[in-house]
């Protein structure tokens, strides 16, 4: 059972491990700076779909598929299938699910749904359920576009603040077996909202949020040595800009080994304005940029802080403020596994 370190964070007492994972992506994220990283790539956004959502269905059941190839597995040796995605009723995810014969757990933490989706797995197997976990999370541009803005076929023009839903998916697949990564702790997040309504500047909305979560953690383990990065979800430049600010008023100069995967996923040159966004924006970094420096040691400490607006678009119509969360997964190099 996992030991509750002070306020927040939980360290999980059994041995936890990534064993393999795929990601996934559309042409615009192959195109950015790690785009060679990824397991496939789909050369059009539609992938030979007839629609955006049947598009993202497959970008998630082809990232589970690769990620059961590359840990030898097959669909019958999972245990519970976790995950979700961005569009009404998680569909992406929920569909993936109907051509499994595991337990489903849908999730729905909006962009924080990777981190979120990896805590419960992790507390699952602490607890002795299960041998072989699956975690998804998705994100589709023109699905996302048409549900909580506007359809990409009007043409309206983004404000700067806005940030450019990856259409990308991660599959993650845990267990006890020991891989180079291993899952060490999580610091589960709290809903927090300081008033901004504007849709079009989710990365200021969630940065609050982040700040909490990095906060608490830092505050839990103040006695133990610093992560060797702190990643956010997808704050974006603005949002990632405003998190370490307000982290610094509290105390915490984080400057030197902080990083967001909204300001990694994409080139400037791409013009995403703000950066990246989307469920699918940390599950497609977290395979493509960072397991592989924990594999090779280039970083053994990694804090992954997964940020989620939790709007919806009928919030939007009726002029609520944007809630937003951030969940924490603690990500370690098992020296042992990682040649």
Request: hydrophobic letters at 40%; aromatic letters at 8%; charged letters at 15%.
């Amino acid at each position: 059972m996992a030991e509750k370190i002070n306020s927040r964070t939980y360290r999980f007492t059994r041995d936890i491990f990534i064993n393999s994972y795929a990601t996934v992506t559309g042409p615009k994220e192959y195109a950015g700076p790690i785009g060679a990283h990824f397991d496939y790539h789909f050369p059009d956004n539609l992938n030979g779909e007839a629609s955006w959502e049947k598009s993202e269905q497959k970008l998630q059941s082809y990232a589970l598929e690769l990620a059961l190839a590359k840990g030898n597995l097959e669909a019958e040796d999972l245990d519970f299938f976790l995950g979700g995605d961005l569009l009404n009723q998680i569909i992406a995810t929920s569909f993936t699910a109907r051509g499994l014969n595991a337990p489903f757990l849908g999730l729905y933490g909006a962009c924080s749904t990777l981190c979120e989706g990896l805590f419960l797995a992790a507390a699952l197997l602490d607890n002795h359920i299960g041998a072989h976990i699956a975690v998804n999370a998705s994100s589709h541009h023109d699905s996302v576009e048409r549900q909580l803005r506007y359809p990409t076929e009007m043409g309206v023009q983004r404000l700067m603040s806005a940030q450019w839903t990856a259409t990308a998916a991660g599959s993650y697949i845990l267990s006890p077996k020991p891989s180079p990564w291993q899952i060490t702790a999580a610091v589960p997040g709290r809903v927090v909202d300081w008033g901004i309504a504007d849709n079009n500047d989710l990365g200021s909305a969630m940065a609050p949020a982040a700040c909490d979560t990095i906060a608490a953690f830092l505050k839990d383990n103040q006695d133990s040595p610093l992560p060797d990065l702190i990643i956010s979800g997808d704050l974006g430049v603005l949002g990632s800009k405003i998190c370490a600010k307000l982290l610094l008023n509290q105390g915490y100069d984080i400057e030197k080994i902080y990083a967001d995967c909204g300001c990694l996923l994409y080139d400037p040159a791409q013009d995403t304005h703000s950066g990246g966004s989307g469920a699918g924006c940390s599950a497609a970094v977290l395979g493509a940029y960072i397991l592989p420096k924990i594999k090779a040691g280039e970083l053994n400490k990694v804090l992954v802080v997964a940020t989620g607006a939790l709007l919806s678009p009928t919030s939007t119509q009726q002029g609520e403020t944007i809630p937003s969360i951030a969940h924490g997964i603690l990500i370690e190099r098992n020296s042992s596994e990682s040649r």
